[in-house]
């Protein structure tokens, strides 16, 4: 790339951190772009606009731009595997060029994302395991963030996880909610500040594939929605044979009959995979159902339909 081109790349880059400024992603794509062009300048100047934007101070400026240039680069081949859906999560990734394709085992094709945007940081941040898989779209150039970055930001700039977390969001909200039924009646029906509290309250949890997650018998701790992976519902019958009842992909919930019905729980739940889901305690579903009253009945409905099929033979 002659200098021209790269500093046309820095221009475009700069003016895309001014559309988001508050956002991670654009910010450390556009300081490494300008340090790679030799324009220190530019970089610290796009530290400085988020550091401005997320009101933190010169040490944050220092430290993103030494962050920054300190991360490695990948470029990644078209269909190359950059993240595995089910493993650790040791970094997240900023595109610096180029595009990539978010995969999901159990439901395809998720995204496609391009340069400025970030991803591995769900894992990385709420301490599960990947979501989703990452493949190269075309040829890819990637930042890599790695943990101990992480520790830095949380030391000199805690409001770039802040701006993390805004990113990722949305991302694990719409896998949330429609199993919740939220949005039945029109997403302007729930108060932006009722789904954050809602969301806030989420555990995110990871197990091992054949980690028993519900036990049939025992009191109901809470309502548990998929992110990635599968599990299986099953039941020991009085024969002695085990009857599977269903399998259970990203976006599908499972714990709702002991919460809503005050029973035990009615049928073991097994990961069958890695699996990665989102609980939210019994005592914060219920103040959810009694407050979201079309939700509360889309959830019930639910439950009352598996009751019904469980009780089947």
């Known amino acids: ?28 794509r556009a300081i490494r772009l300008a ?3 030799g324009r220190a300048d530019l970089s610290r100047f796009a530290a400085r606009a988020f550091a401005t934007a997320v009101d933190a101070g010169p040490q944050a400026e220092e430290a993103l731009v030494a962050l ?13 595997r950059i993240v595995q859906e ?56 990637v930042l890599e963030i790695p943990r101990q970055t992480i520790h830095a930001l949380e030391q000199y700039c805690p409001q770039a996880l802040l701006a993390l977390e805004r990113e990722y969001r ?17 997403p302007a029906h729930v108060p932006t500040d009722e789904i954050e509290a809602l969301f806030r309250r989420f555990v995110p949890c990871t197990v091992k594939a054949g980690t028993r997650v519900l036990h049939a018998g025992v009191p109901g701790v809470g309502l548990c929605v998929v992110v990635s992976g599968r599990a299986m519902v099953w039941r020991a019958e009085p024969d002695g044979q085990n009857r599977v009842l269903a399998e259970l992909r990203d976006g599908e ?12 729980v009615t049928a073991n739940v097994d990961a069958a995979t890695t699996l990665t889901f989102y609980a939210l305690p019994r005592e914060d579903f219920l103040n959810f159902a ?18 019904g099929h469980e009780s089947e033979g």
Do not use: N, Y
């Open 1 to 28: 790339m002659s200098g021209a081109q790269a500093l046309t790349e820095v221009e475009e880059a700069l003016l895309a951190q001014r559309l988001r400024p508050d956002s991670l992603g654009p910010t450390l």
């Open 35 to 37: 340090g790679l062009a």
């Open 68 to 80: 920054s240039a300190q991360a490695p680069a990948r470029v990644c081949e078209h269909g190359e």
């Open 86 to 141: 089910g493993e650790v999560g040791d970094s997240f990734f900023v595109i610096l060029r180029g595009e990539v394709t978010v995969w999901r085992a159990g439901s395809g094709q998720a995204a496609t994302l391009g340069a400025g945007d970030v991803f591995g940081e769900i894992a990385l941040l709420a301490k599960t395991a990947r979501t989703a898989s990452v493949l190269g779209r075309g040829e890819a150039h």
């Open 170 to 186: 949305p991302r694990i909200l719409a896998q949330i909610l429609p199993a919740l039924g939220v949005f039945e009646d029109g």
């Open 253 to 264: 919930l499972f714990g709702e009959i002991s919460l809503l019905f005050d029973v035990p």
């Open 290 to 307: 009694r407050s979201q009253t079309a939700a509360g009945r889309r959830v019930k409905a639910l439950a009352s339909a598996r009751m």
